[in-house]
């Protein structure tokens, strides 16, 4: 097991508490998947389970994956280049993800690092149960997402519950998981202040296809 899946647990520790938040990685035509309600805070190898690229746990007998543990199955299964798949409730961003500025979110951004590290858009999903029902949900609108832009999304919204960051670098996950909630913590903040000033498509565009951008993103790759 790649324990840098410990050091993605610990680092986004802040974002989930008690067993909230689950985080998974790669290994060769298998994963490893946080044990259900195990603490990402002091997250050990005894608490990460071996599944099946199907999700099943190869022990069937020990503790028991996650809930969640078919989101990440079908990520790592159906996306080759990610390695490492976490999710967590960052609190800023729960405050929009709970209401009905998710899609304003989503589709507009403030900064030039949100476009780096979260991407031109994030990916919104609509709530479902948590286990099969939201899978089913995760599966349709992350699909629809990659068709459309021709890319994996940086950073998936699950409207009411918390947030997805994939990629093939744990460094990845951890900067674009943190990226999302700064950007939440400002976004709440311009709407306080009176009328949001968001960049304009052609800014991000000019953001997101900037060869010094791209340097800076496989830094973190």
Known sequence: MDTSILELAWALSSFAICGEGNVSVRDDDSFWMKASGASLTKLGKSEMIACKMTGVPFDSLGLKPSIETGFHAWILREFEDINFVAHTHPTKTMQVL????????????????QVVRNGAKSCVVPYAMPGKPLLEQIKKYVTIFVEEYQYFPKLILLENHGIITASSSHKECIASTMMCEKSAEIFIGSKVLGQTNFLTSEQVDEIDKCPSEKHRRKMYQ
């Open 98 to 113: 709970c209401s009905e500025q998710i899609y304003s979110f989503a589709d507009h951004r403030l900064f030039p690092d």
